[in-house]
């Protein structure tokens, strides 16, 4: 069996199964494009990395079958996951901060 993001061999026992509802969750973080991948369909030179990126994920959104990720992918996976709670962590830390703050400008301002 084969890696559906890096193509690379894996199988039933060592893969990770991923739906691709999960999927779609995790490409909009910013996973599942593969560097090979974009390589391949820039290669021509007629299609620019943005445009690559752009139709991959075209054809990614398009699919609905459940996806198969090596250990490798999964991993990776995971840590796409675990940025983009802390990313949305840290942004209502910020959010709790800077709110006394603004009311104490608006207050001088004002
Ligand atoms: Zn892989």
Redesign the pocket.
């Known amino acids: 069996m084969i890696?559906?993001?890096?193509?690379?061999t894996?199988d039933e026992k060592r893969g990770t199964r991923i739906s691709s509802a999960k999927f779609q969750e995790l490409l909009n973080k910013g996973f599942g494009i593969?560097e090979t991948n974009i390589e391949i369909i820039t290669a021509g030179g007629h299609i620019s990395r943005d445009e690559a990126i752009e139709m991959i994920k075209q054809q990614y959104a398009a699919s609905s079958s459940a996806w198969l990720?090596?250990p490798?992918?999964a991993a990776k996976a995971k840590q796409t996951e675990k940025a983009a709670k802390k990313a949305s962590g840290t942004g209502c830390l910020l959010l709790l901060l800077l709110a006394p703050l603004a009311g104490i400008a608006y207050y001088f301002i004002a």
């Open positions: 890696c559906d993001i890096c193509n690379s894996t593969d990720l090596c490798e992918c």
